[in-house]
C-alpha cells in the first residue's frame, strides 16, 4: 500500500523534553512547555517533531526505560497534555512522531515483574532467559558489564543489551508482537504522525550460545554490536510490522539502525519493498577520526545506494551524540561559520535532514568541571569502568567532557534571564554558562543569524525539488578539505562546495562546475549571510580559480 503523507517533504525536529521547557517550575522540561514553544517551532520551518520518550518511566536510561506505554511520564505531565501537544501542534502544521522503544522494557513494567516471578508465568517468554544460571556467552552491553543478569527467583539469567535495567524483548513470541501492534495502533489512532523506532535492527537475536568475535575487556567481556544487529528473522518482524501496523495509517517511519552499512540499509528503506521510510545509519558520527577524507568516504558509499530509492536521515548530532558543533566544526573560532556549514550539509545531502535541539541556535558543548554534574547512565558507568581500569581521574573527565551523551543534553538556551529562560526552578542538569551570548533570542529577530539561516535552508528545499529528488555524486574530490557534490533533477542542477577547515581552499578550473555566468542561478553563501551582504559577492573568483575562505559553504543551483 502506498504511503500517503510526502514524507520526503519532511524536516525533522528531535525534542529530548527533559531538557527542552519547564512549565512548572520543577527543573524538568515538559509536555506544556513544548506547547508553548510551538510557535517558535513553526516560525522555524519544521513540519515534524520526534519526540524522545515520554512515556511511564522510572528514568534509569532517560525514558528509554519504559514502564507503562500506555500511560504519560509524569515528569512531563499527563495523557491529557499529550492530547492537548497533538491538537495544538496539529495547528501548527506539525505532526509528531513517538519515540518507540520495543527491543526493551523497563524491569518495572508490569510484564517483566510477572515474567521474572515464575518460569510458568505467562510474561515469561516475553523475554530472553539463559537456560540455567550459567550465563551463556560473554557478550558486553552497551552501558558496559555483562548482557546478562542473574534472577535469583527462577535461578536464570536474562538478556539486556542496554542497562539491567532494561530487559530484552523475545520478539519470537507471537504474543508479545501482537501487544506491541495493538499499543502501536493506539498511539496511531490517537493522532501521532509516526514512529522513530529505537535500535529496530537488533530486535532479533543471533544464537546467544555461540561466542561473538571481538576483542575482551578487562573483565573478558566482548562488545560487538555487530554480532546483535541484522540477524535472520528481522526482515519478517518488519515486514510484519508493515503490514499490521504502518500500512494503514498516514504516517512516518524511522528506523535507528545500529552497525548498518548501505546495502543492509536499503532492504529497510528501498521505495516500495521496505517496511519503513528511511533509517539513521552511524557511519558518520561514530568515525573515530572524523577528518574531512573519512566523511567523505562515508558519503561515497551511500551515495549509489540514495541514487537506487534508499534514504537516509541526515544528521551529525542527537541525544547521543555531543553536539555537531563542537564535534565536527570549530566552536570557538568559526561557531557561526562552521555551524551554518554543517547545518548545509545535513539540508544538501540526499535524505530528510533532522535538526536536533539547540543546533539551530548553534549550541555547543559543555565543559563539565566535576563528575557530580554528568547525569547519564552511560557516562557514569563508564566513569566506573574506566576507573576500574586504573584511568586516572583527569583523563577520565576530559574523556566523558569530550564523549558524555549530556553535552547535548544540557537545557535549550532560550534566552539571557536565569538558566537561560529554561526554568524557574533549579534545572535538572546544568545549563551551559555560554548561555548569556548562545541564545533564541538573540537570533530570531537578526537576520544574520544561525537560526535564520535554518530559517533560509528550509525554505530553499520547498522551492527546489533537487534538494529532495535530485540524483547525487561526489565532485573535487582530491581537494582535502572541501565536501562538494552536485545534484541534478529535472531541468535543475545543485552545486554545493564546503570547505570544512579552518584555512581556505582554492578551487581551480570552476569552469567545469557552473555555467561562468551565476546572474540567474540562486546562491546561497554562508559567510554572505553572516554578514548580511550580497550573496555573489561572497564568492572570490580570481580568473578560473575560486577562493574558499575557512567554513565557507556554497550553494549554487542553476535552473
Ligand atoms: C537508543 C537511544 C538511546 C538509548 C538506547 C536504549 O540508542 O537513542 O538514547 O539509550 O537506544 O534504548
Ligand atoms: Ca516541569
Not at 546483535?228 to 512516518?252: K, T
Not at 545535513?346 to 543546533?359: A, C, D, M, R, V
Request: glycine share 6%; proline share 3%.
Amino acid at each position: 500500500m502506498s504511503k500517503k503523507i510526502d514524507w520526503k517533504d519532511s524536516v525533522v525536529y528531535q525534542i529530548y523534553p527533559r531538557s527542552f521547557s519547564d512549565s512548572n517550575s520543577d527543573g524538568i522540561g515538559d509536555i506544556k512547555g513544548i506547547i508553548s514553544k510551538l510557535s517558535y517551532l513553526e516560525n522555524l520551518g519544521i513540519n515534524v517533531i520526534w519526540l524522545s520518550p515520554v512515556y511511564s518511566s522510572p528514568n534509569d536510561d532517560n525514558g528509554y526505560d519504559i514502564s507503562d506505554y500506555y500511560n504519560i511520564n509524569t515528569d512531563f505531565g499527563t495523557m491529557a497534555d499529550m492530547d492537548e501537544l497533538l491538537s495544538e501542534s496539529k495547528k501548527h502544521g506539525i505532526r509528531i512522531l513517538m519515540d518507540l522503544v520495543v527491543n526493551h522494557t523497563s524491569d518495572e513494567h508490569e510484564w517483566f515483574k510477572q515474567a521474572k516471578s515464575d518460569k510458568n508465568n505467562k510474561y515469561h517468554d516475553y523475554y530472553i532467559w539463559s537456560k540455567d544460571e550459567q550465563k551463556p556467552n560473554n557478550w558486553r552491553s552497551f552501558f558496559q558489564g555483562s548482557v546478562w543478569e542473574l534472577n535469583k527467583s527462577t535461578n536464570e539469567n536474562y538478556l539486556h543489551l542496554f542497562s539491567k535495567k532494561q530487559p530484552d524483548l523475545n520478539w519470537e513470541n507471537r504474543e508479545m508482537r501482537n501487544e506491541i501492534y495493538t499499543m502501536m495502533k493506539w498511539w496511531l489512532d490517537k493522532g501521532v504522525g509516526g514512529f522513530r523506532l529505537d535500535v529496530f535492527n537488533v530486535y532479533a537475536k543471533p544464537d546467544l550460545y555461540s561466542s561473538a568475535p571481538g576483542i575482551a575487556d578487562s573483565n573478558g567481556f566482548v562488545f560487538n554490536p555487530g554480532h546483535y544487529a541484522n540477524n535472520d528473522g528481522i526482515h519478517e518482524i518488519m515486514q510484519e510490522m508493515n503490514e499490521e501496523v504502518f500500512s494503514n495509517y498516514d504516517c512516518l517511519t524511522v528506523g535507528e539502525a545500529v552497525e548498518i552499512n548501505p546495502t543492509e540499509a536499503i532492504n529497510y528503506v528501498q521505495s516500495d519493498k521496505g517496511a519503513l521510510n528511511m533509517v539513521f545509519h552511524f557511519e558518520i558520527v561514530s568515525l573515530e577520526d572524523k577528518s574531512t577524507k573519512n566523511m567523505k568516504k562515508v558519503l561515497k558509499n551511500w551515495i549509489p545506494v540514495m541514487n537506487k530509492g534508499g534514504w537516509n536521515s541526515n544528521y551529525l548530532s542527537n541525544h547521543d551524540n555531543p553536539r555537531q558543533v563542537s564535534v565536527f566544526g570549530n566552536d570557538d573560532k568559526y561557531l557561526k561559520e562552521s555551524a551554518t556549514l554543517l547545518a548545509t550539509m545535513n539540508f544538501t545531502l540526499p535524505g530528510t535532514p533532522y535538526i536536533y535541539q539547540g543546533e539551530e541556535i548553534g549550541m555547543t558543548n559543555m565543559l563539565f568541571n566535576s563528575f557530580s554534574q554528568f547525569n547519564d547512565i552511560e557516562t557514569i558507568n563508564g566513569i566506573k569502568s574506566l576507573r576500574n581500569q586504573g584511568k586516572d581521574d583527569d583523563f577520565i573527565l576530559n574523556y566523558f567532557r569530550e564523549k558524555s551523551r549530556d553535552n547535548s543534553r544540557t537545557p535549550i538556551q532560550w534566552d539571557n534571564s536565569l538558566n537561560a529562560g529554561f526554568t524557574d526552578g533549579k534545572p535538572w542538569l546544568d545549563v551551559n554558562p555560554n548561555y548569556t551570548e548562545i541564545n533564541t533570542e538573540n537570533q530570531i529577530h537578526d537576520d544574520k543569524s544561525i537560526f535564520t539561516y535554518y530559517q533560509e535552508l528550509i525554505s530553499l528545499r520547498k522551492q527546489f525539488s533537487v534538494l529532495t529528488h535530485g540524483d547525487s555524486k561526489i565532485i573535487l574530490e582530491k581537494e582535502e578539505d572541501l565536501i562538494a557534490y552536485k545534484r541534478t533533477y529535472k531541468n535543475e542542477t545543485m552545486y554545493v562546495l564546503l570547505n570544512r577547515s579552518d584555512n581556505e581552499t582554492v578551487i581551480k578550473s570552476h569552469a567545469n562546475l557552473w555555467n561562468n555566468n551565476l546572474d540567474d542561478s540562486y546562491i546561497l553563501d554562508n559567510l554572505s549571510f553572516l554578514s548580511g551582504n550580497n550573496s555573489l559577492d561572497g564568492i572570490v573568483v580570481k580568473g578560473d580559480e575560486i577562493l574558499l575562505k575557512p567554513w565557507q559553504s556554497i550553494i549554487v543551483i542553476e535552473k
